[in-house]
């Protein structure tokens, strides 16, 4: 009998989630019973139109929001029951968040960009080193200005995972670049989901960036509407959008 391969452990579990916004007697119903589990060292994306729910769930499992209704674990903790200090602890240990702008300090260069979260957290790599992983250990001492913006984005990347996250969030990480500069970011994120076996979310509008991931979330009116399971990937290098 071929013994069966052990299923990952989730990350995040998420159960029965609403979130519902009150603008006067106006209600918004952006998430609207999300129910979804998210594995230990993917390479997950969500997808879905503007107004599908996929920020404001990212907010929900990054500790930036809580829902109307349902739980989140982290693991085997709790997110939807945790008061403000140990959310600010989830948030600054446990996870890295980039974003569709990269948020960089003007007047410091990229070394000192990254020293700026290493300085905050226990066992955090050294600057030069996560520099290095995102492919810019040649311009350690590059103010922003001097910087394209694809490789803006690799600092704030390397920022992001400089601090050892178990969790990557991505907001529309290439949403802000041209198609050949998307794809270093896109090739980058791959590596470090790899090479450091950190969970690594992407939320997107762009469909095709899905070929690369090992777990694929479509959402539509604030609903999870499919889960799929990529047998096989493509590299960033691949894909045409």
Not at 8 to 28: D, S
Not at 62 to 67: A, K
Not at 87 to 95: C, F, G, I, V, W
Not at 103 to 115: D, G, Q
Request: charged share 20%; net charge negative; proline share 4%.
């Amino acid at each position: 009998m071929q013994a069966q391969k052990a299923t990952p452990a989730a990350v995040f579990h998420v159960h029965g989630v609403t979130k519902i916004y009150r603008m006067g007697e106006v209600e918004v119903r952006a998430l609207d019973g999300v129910d979804l589990d998210l594995y230990a060292g993917e390479f997950a994306v969500m997808l879905g139109p503007s107004g599908s729910g996929k920020s404001t769930l990212l907010n929900i499992v990054g500790g930036l929001d809580v829902p109307t209704s349902g739980q989140v674990f982290f693991r085997d903790w709790e997110l939807t029951a945790a008061d403000d200090t140990a959310l600010t602890r989830y948030r600054r240990h446990a996870l890295g968040f980039v974003f569709q702008f990269y948020s960089l300090i003007p007047s410091l260069t990229a070394r000192e960009n990254v020293a700026l979260v290493t300085e905050l957290v226990r066992d955090p790599m050294t600057p030069e080193e996560a520099l290095k992983l995102v492919g810019l250990g040649d311009r350690l001492d590059h103010f922003p200005s001097q910087l394209s913006g694809g490789e803006q984005q690799r600092v704030a990347i390397a920022r992001a995972i400089a601090k050892r996250p178990a969790v990557l969030l991505c907001d529309e990480p290439t949403g802000a670049l041209d198609s050949r500069t998307g794809k270093l970011v896109l090739e980058t994120l791959v590596r470090v989901c790899a090479e450091l076996a950190t969970t690594t979310v992407i939320i997107t509008h762009n469909a095709v960036i899905a070929d690369t991931a090992d777990r694929v979330v479509n959402l539509h009116n604030g609903r999870v509407s499919s889960v799929r399971i990529n047998t096989v990937k493509r590299s960033p290098a691949e894909l045409e959008w």
